[in-house]
């Protein structure tokens, strides 16, 4: 039979790797939501955009929380894993430690990062608007110059918190150019403000969770 009756031919070992080299997407543009109280919001974010940097497109992640603590090292395994990786970035403009957690941190301090971190988004955006989206970026380019996906990591647990105001992420969301995909995740309240304004949304519900049961957070799952 022909490659036509049977369908493109397949490799018998299975998938195969191949280098990765700037692209453009074809269908890029949605929003996505991940919110919820269970793990794994961050994780399918960050496994999403590898998947999508795999395929040469320009990903960046900009972190509103997730600064040290004293349980949690600064270096998380996902920095080495972004720094490994052509055409991903990342930059964390959170403060040490999470709010209300009564870590000692200050108030002001954190809504400080969070406002200058949703200013950072609106550059992002920006200079990805003054981009042409439709060739491929250069891998090595700083995210100002433009992305493909940019994930807003916890900015929708920020908004919860009160550090940015909700009306402030609706209006990020409606900033986006047409064709880059915005992710934005966090949060154990719906955030109903943005929802009628994303194309997908996933909540993330806890079942059960080590951490109730006693145990800290473990380097390679939860950093």
């Given at each position: 039979?022909?490659?036509?009756?049977?369908?493109p031919a397949r490799n018998a070992a299975g998938p195969t790797a191949e280098?990765?080299?700037?692209?453009?997407?074809?269908?890029?543009?949605?929003?996505?939501?991940?919110?919820?109280?269970?793990?794994?919001?961050?994780?399918?974010?960050?496994?999403?955009?590898?998947?999508?940097?795999?395929?040469?497109?320009?990903?960046?992640?900009?972190?509103?929380?997730?600064?040290?603590?004293?349980?949690?090292?600064?270096?998380?395994?996902?920095?080495?894993?972004?720094?490994?990786?052509?055409?991903?970035?990342?930059?964390?403009?959170?403060?040490?430690?999470?709010?209300?957690?009564?870590?000692?941190?200050?108030?002001?301090?954190?809504?400080?990062?969070?406002?200058?971190?949703?200013?950072?988004?609106?550059?992002?955006?920006?200079?990805?608007?003054?981009?042409?989206?439709?060739?491929?970026?250069?891998?090595?380019?700083?995210?100002?110059?433009?992305?493909?996906?940019?994930?807003?990591?916890?900015?929708?647990?920020?908004?919860?918190?009160?550090?940015?105001?909700?009306?402030?992420?609706?209006?990020?969301?409606?900033?986006?150019?047409?064709?880059?995909?915005?992710?934005?995740?966090?949060?154990?309240?719906?955030?109903?403000?943005?929802?009628?304004?994303?194309?997908?949304?996933?909540?993330?519900?806890?079942?059960?969770?080590?951490?109730?049961?006693?145990?800290?957070?473990?380097?390679?799952?939860?950093?």
């Amino acid at each position: 039979m022909s490659d036509d009756e049977t369908g493109p031919a397949r490799n018998a070992a299975g998938p195969t790797a191949e280098p990765i080299t700037p692209s453009a997407p074809e269908s890029f543009g949605l929003v996505q939501v991940w919110w919820g109280n269970g793990k794994g919001k961050t994780t399918a974010a960050l496994g999403m955009a590898t998947r999508a940097v795999g395929h040469g497109y320009r990903v960046h992640l900009l972190q509103f929380m997730k600064g040290g603590t004293g349980t949690v090292e600064d270096v998380r395994g996902e920095y080495n894993a972004i720094a490994a990786l052509p055409g991903f970035s990342y930059e964390n403009a959170g403060h040490y430690g999470w709010h209300g957690f009564m870590d000692g941190s200050d108030d002001d301090e954190h809504q400080a990062r969070a406002e200058g971190a949703l200013e950072r988004a609106h550059e992002i955006l920006a200079g990805s608007a003054a981009a042409d989206l439709s060739e491929p970026l250069a891998a090595d380019g700083p995210p100002e110059d433009g992305v493909n996906m940019l994930v807003v990591d916890e900015i929708l647990y920020a908004a919860n918190r009160g550090l940015v105001d909700p009306g402030d992420v609706v209006e990020l969301v409606e900033s986006k150019p047409e064709d880059l995909e915005l992710v934005l995740t966090g949060g154990h309240e719906e955030p109903g403000y943005v929802v009628d304004h994303a194309d997908l949304v996933t909540e993330v519900r806890k079942q059960k969770h080590p951490l109730d049961a006693g145990y800290p957070a473990r380097k390679g799952t939860e950093y």
